[in-house]
């Protein structure tokens, strides 16, 4: 579904990813590892369109997307979190989620203004899905709540839902356990599961490791910019060069 | 749209009715028109800086086009006022669209700084053509014209305004509501956020940017026709800082706020018409003082007091 | 020919340098908190005004010069202390519009005190114009170059060769880290507001017995040395002089070859051209952002 080839981007003099191949299937719960700084949020910036790459190239279902603009991308079912949460704080929670279908609406202003027929029905069973999916993702009673009254490990989840709502082929998650407790990352765990067996091809990034070989069915390690290696759970688990620059203790 | 605004939309309807029969002379009718006026606009204006987040600071700029339209076109070509009314509106709304293309394809916040700019050029233009503007002394604007009747009347004008600001409201709060509004609001809050669920960010920016010039610029041919004059001053600077005064103190991002905000900043000048200097000093204290102090403006603000004690 | 240009240089370059000395404090107030100083324009007029009524109450020259700097840069950090501080990390319409307030009492308030006329100040030696090449001079103008190169020369020392200014330059790269390293920030805005105003206020008064003054001077002013700052690079201090002195130059050329009705528009139009085609300005460099 995903295939990259050679790709490169450098910042002035910081070669932040150096010519990394990888393919990724569709279905399937693919996880990029690596120490801080490996490179694994500008990859996925790469992917999804927020960075343009110095060389290389991405495909997706064979066509050629580097250098698209994230909305161009979302048009082509890509969705993605944000490590640091973008989420709109100015906005109700449900609101957030709403907005993630924005591809799939009617988005006519005049219309809007003018209040169509039928719009207001599409914009109830908006809000339906809306909630639902929000149950989904375990936020069931924050439906109302607004946006800058939910803790961060809320506002991961949201984010999620957001996702979501685009109805996505590929979603990248960007360390959607991080700055969360040890129970709050059981329950996302618990949730990229659900979302992986819903038929979304789920690209993550984490550093929680217990997580990554529970979830994962391959998984490519990045360190400084460049690939380490890429295999099951079992193969990158035994590989010395991923041990010796990353793993260590956690084998 | 939620009940509480099916309710504030009663409210204004019956205000709207019922001030035209309690004022108790045409000083105050007048009054009422230049506040249902300036509210319309700030409605145009509160779309793109309260809920866009984009700032513009020569929308007068947009006023004057409208009115100059509505007192030029007529006068010197004989055009029929709704045509020129239309002309003016299309002439900014292509205006906007293109300066506004290039600069939000910049990140930050350089709306500001190129609509300054844009309002002092118009504004320039309009005080140095004066064979076809009359100048900084201004020109009389002819009557607007309906199916071959002229509208001079207080009254008249004053119903047709009304009028206008209840489509203005209801069409802004169904808009906030929509997907198009949503995303609008998106914008404001997370660019980087809504770019990823496929919002068109320039686009949008434009869009509504263009939106709020158009609006002022109807409302401009609509104030130029009411008061039979136009001058350069309706286009100035002060003038611009004035509506976006009224936006801030009525409450950012609130439909709502930017009535009470025209209300309230429209009769403020004449409360002060006689102290000159006093009137930018409190304009400038006020401005100040509710970025401070209440920066969501006095409705938002009232309603998240209430909302609290619900 | 060449004295019809060297007119216009001249005067360009005359007024340009009022346009850099805004433009340095735009840039100052910008680099120490991003904040867009709209009431710039208003320390410049503040400058004039000042040293008119000091002179006219019968102070000697130098005292009333001294005092009508001081006095604005005091003017300045009450304006930092009261409108600024209390709102910092604000979104930047904000702090815009809270700038643009104090613009406003700043202005209404001269307009209160000391009405709306019109004030001259006596040139600083003298009004014999000189003649080069066959055009004109006035003595002021040489005031107003000289002035502002020292200035600019003194203010290029001061942030990079002392501590304290290299404390402020610190502070506008990297707030947070300027302040681990205990670089007092709060002093920084403090200073950087003072002087900021002291510069608008110089160039006011070194203006002043050429252009003359009144309560209403700072709008155009201020806003043409934001485009000044603009069109050098917003936050670049060479850009400013630079682009102070450029703007100036183009709207003198443009007021004597194109038309002299458009003059006060062409600075605008200027800046309108630097955001489509070069909005980092002359000197601003390139910026990603981190997501």
New interface residues.
């Given amino acids: 579904m995903l295939e990259v080839k050679d790709l490169s981007i450098h ?1 002035g003099g910081v070669k932040a990813v150096q010519n990394v191949s990888f393919n990724i299937d569709a279905g399937i719960v693919y996880s990029v590892i690596g120490p801080n700084g490996a490179g694994k ?1 500008t990859l996925f ?1 790469l992917i ?1 369109g ?1 960075y343009t790459p110095t060389t290389g190239e991405i495909r997706l279902d064979g066509e050629a997307i580097q250098g698209k ?3 161009e ?3 082509r079912g890509v ?2 979190t ?1 490590q640091n949460l ?6 109700t929670a449900i ?2 989620v ?6 799939r ?5 005049i219309k ?4 169509f027929p039928g ?1 207001k029905r599409r ?1 109830r069973e908006l809000r339906e899905e809306a909630a639902a999916l929000m149950e989904f993702v375990g936020l069931g009673q924050y439906v109302n709540a607004r ?1 800058d009254a939910m803790s961060f490990g809320a506002l991961k989840r949201l984010e999620i839902a ?1 996702a979501l ?2 109805k996505p082929r590929l979603i990248f998650l960007d360390e959607p356990a991080a700055g969360l407790n040890p129970k709050e990352t059981i329950e996302v765990d618990h949730l990229v599961r659900k979302v992986a067996d819903s038929g979304v091809t789920v690209v993550l990034v984490e550093h929680d490791m217990k997580m990554v070989m529970n979830l994962s069915d391959r998984i490519l390690v990045l360190d400084y910019g460049k690939k380490l290696a890429e295999g099951t759970g079992e193969e990158i688990r035994k590989n010395p060069d991923v041990i010796a620059a990353y793993l260590g203790a956690h084998a | 749209m939620k009940k509480s605004q099916n309710i504030g939309l009663l409210i204004v309807i019956a205000v709207l009715l019922v001030v035209p029969f309690i004022v108790p002379n045409s000083f105050y009718l007048d009054l009422a028109i230049r506040m249902a006026i300036n509210a319309v606009i700030v409605l145009g204006l509160n779309l793109l800086i309260g809920f866009a987040g984009q700032i513009s600071l020569g929308h007068a700029g947009f006023l004057g086009i409208g009115a100059y339209a509505s007192a030029v076109l007529p006068t010197h070509f004989g055009w029929h006022p709704l045509v020129a009314m239309g002309t003016g509106a299309a002439v900014t709304g292509l205006l906007a669209a293109l300066v506004a293309r290039p600069i939000f394809k910049l990140k930050g916040h350089y709306l500001a700084m190129a609509t300054l700019g844009l309002g002092i050029i118009i504004n320039i233009a309009l005080r140095n053509e004066a064979q076809w503007t009359g100048g900084p002394d201004g020109m009389p604007v002819p009557p607007m014209s309906v199916f071959g009747v002229e509208i001079y009347s207080d009254k008249i004008w004053y119903w047709v305004v009304a009028g206008l600001l209840v489509v203005s409201v ?3 709060l ?2 906030i ?7 609008l ?2 914008l ?3 660019e ?10 320039v686009r949008y920016k434009v ?1 509504i940017f263009v ?1 709020s010039a158009v609006f002022a610029s109807l409302m401009g041919s609509v104030t130029a026709h009411y008061i039979g004059f136009v001058s350069p001053n309706f286009a100035d600077f002060f003038h611009s800082i004035e509506l976006v005064t009224m936006v801030v103190v009525g409450g950012m ?1 609130s439909v709502f706020g930017s009535l009470i905000g025209a209300v309230l900043l429209t009769a403020l000048p004449q409360a002060l018409a006689t102290f000159e200097g006093w009137e930018t000093v409190v304009f400038g204290a006020i401005l100040m003082l509710f970025m401070i102090f209440l920066p969501k403006g006095i409705v938002p603000t009232l309603a998240a007091k209430f909302g609290k004690g619900e | 020919m060449l004295a019809q240009f060297l007119q216009f240089l001249f005067s360009g370059l005359t007024v340009g340098a009022t346009y850099a000395l805004a433009a340095l404090g735009f840039t100052l107030i910008y680099n120490a908190s991003h904040v867009i100083n709209f009431a710039q324009g208003e320390f410049i007029m503040l400058g004039g005004m000042l040293a008119v009524f000091f002179t006219a109450a019968g102070l000697p020259l130098p005292v009333a010069l001294a005092l009508a700097i001081l006095v604005p840069a005091i003017v300045g950090v009450v304006v930092e202390k009261l409108a600024i501080e209390p709102v910092k990390g604000a979104e930047t319409v904000t702090l815009i519009i809270i700038t643009i307030g104090a613009s406003l009492v700043i202005r209404g308030l001269i307009q209160i005190w000391l009405g709306k006329g019109t004030f001259a100040l006596p040139a600083f030696s003298g009004d014999q114009p000189i003649e080069i090449l066959g055009a004109v001079l006035m003595p002021q103008s040489l005031w107003v170059f000289g002035i502002t190169a020292i200035v600019v020369v003194a203010l290029w020392y001061f942030f990079n060769r002392t501590l304290q200014g290299k404390a402020m330059l610190a502070t506008s790269f990297n707030r947070t880290a300027a302040e681990l390293v205990g670089i007092n920030t709060s002093w920084v805005l403090f200073m950087s507001f003072a002087m900021s105003a002291a510069l608008g206020a110089l160039g006011g008064i070194l203006i002043t017995p050429i252009t003359l003054t009144s309560y209403d001077v700072g709008i155009m002013l201020g806003l043409k040395g934001f485009v000044a700052a603009v069109v050098g690079g917003l936050g670049n201090g060479l850009g400013a002089v630079l682009g102070g002195l450029l703007v100036g130059i183009l709207e003198a050329m443009g007021a004597g070859y194109l038309s002299s009705a458009y003059k006060d528009a062409i600075p605008f139009v200027l800046i309108l051209f630097i955001l489509f085609f070069m909005p980092r300005g002359l000197f601003g460099g390139k910026s ?1 952002d981190r ?1």
Avoid at chain 1, 98 to 103: C, E
Avoid at chain 1, 105 to 109: A, H, K, S
Avoid at chain 2, 192 to 201: E, I, K, M, W, Y
Wanted: charged share 15%; hydrophobic share 50%; net charge positive.
């Fill in positions: 910042f949020t910036n999804t927020v603009s994230p909305n991308l979302a048009r969705a993605r944000f973008q989420v709109c704080m100015n906005m609101e957030n709403m907005v993630g279908a924005h591809l609406l009617d988005r006519n202003l809007a203004a003018l209040r719009l914009d946006a957001r709502a685009m | 209801w069409a802004s169904n808009l509501d929509s997907p198009f509004g949503r995303a609001r998106a404001h809050g997370s980087v956020a809504s770019q990823v669920v496929g919002v068109d960010v869009a939106m991002a | 990603t997501v």
